[in-house]
């Protein structure tokens, strides 16, 4: 079974260990992942309190990104049109199709 978080513009979900903060979510755009470096951390500046770590944009200027589990793996995918995830998956590297996944870990 799929499980996912769908971001869009804004949205953001915060992972912690205990020591180190970080976030994924959708910003202008691109599928960002943040990580603190003060205690103020994010209610603080960029490259201050906080800085972005990976950013994957969407040439489209679609910002509705997914990031779960799939098949046993951890996934991150990306809308291509206005279907979006409830389309079909692209297996040309976002040429064609509805959606396409970015980030596929085992």
Not at 26 to 54: H, K, M, P, Y
Not at 55 to 66: A, D, E, I, K, Y
Not at 81 to 102: K, M
């Amino acid at each position: 079974m799929a499980q996912y978080v769908i971001f869009t513009d804004g949205i953001y979900v915060t992972y912690t260990d205990g020591v180190d903060i970080f976030r994924d979510g959708s910003r202008g755009g691109a599928f960002v992942t943040d990580q603190t470096l003060t205690t103020t951390g994010f209610a603080g500046a960029e490259n201050t309190d906080w800085i972005n770590v990976d950013s994957n944009t969407n040439p489209l200027g679609l910002n509705v990104f997914r990031d779960g589990v799939r098949d046993g793996c951890y996934v991150k995918d990306q809308t291509l049109t206005g279907t979006g995830f409830s389309g079909v998956e692209s297996l040309d590297n976002g040429v064609t199709n509805d959606w396409v996944n970015l980030e596929k870990t085992t």
